[in-house]
């Protein structure tokens, strides 16, 4: 069982940035970024292949967000710029059980951390 553990959140203003980490137990395969606002289901933000050589994103981050990871470290991490208020919501990290897996669902992923909370500010 993978654990995954996000940090970096917090309370920023527009235009501002953020780092969120993802640490994990142990050597992961592909893992994505996700994002819940209130009330709203969980969109799909950001995910990464095991060896980082392929990338993708939301339309709605493309250009602002970047993901990256340190397999060295067990560590995904998601750098965050021009954030916007519509940007807020808790963001999770998750990651396959198995290799060849690399999806947009979050119904496809096995392990998810706790989340953290961004809030972007007016």
């Known amino acids: 069982q993978v654990q995954l553990v996000e940090s970096g959140g917090g309370l920023v203003q527009a235009g501002d940035s953020l780092r969120l980490s993802c640490a994990a137990s142990e050597r992961t395969y592909a893992m994505g970024w996700f994002r819940q606002a209130p009330g709203k289901e969980r969109d799909f933000v950001a995910r990464i292949n095991w060896n980082g050589d392929s990338i993708d994103y939301a339309d709605s981050v493309k250009g602002r967000f970047t993901i990256s990871r340190d397999n060295a470290k067990n560590t995904v991490y998601l750098q965050m710029n021009s954030l916007k208020p519509e940007d807020t919501a808790v963001y999770y990290c998750?990651?396959?059980?198995?290799?060849?897996?690399?999806?947009?669902?979050?119904?496809?992923?096995?392990?998810w951390g706790q989340g953290t909370q961004v809030t972007v500010s007016s």
């Open positions: 998750a990651a396959h059980a198995y290799r060849g897996f690399y999806a947009r669902q979050p119904r496809l992923y096995d392990y």
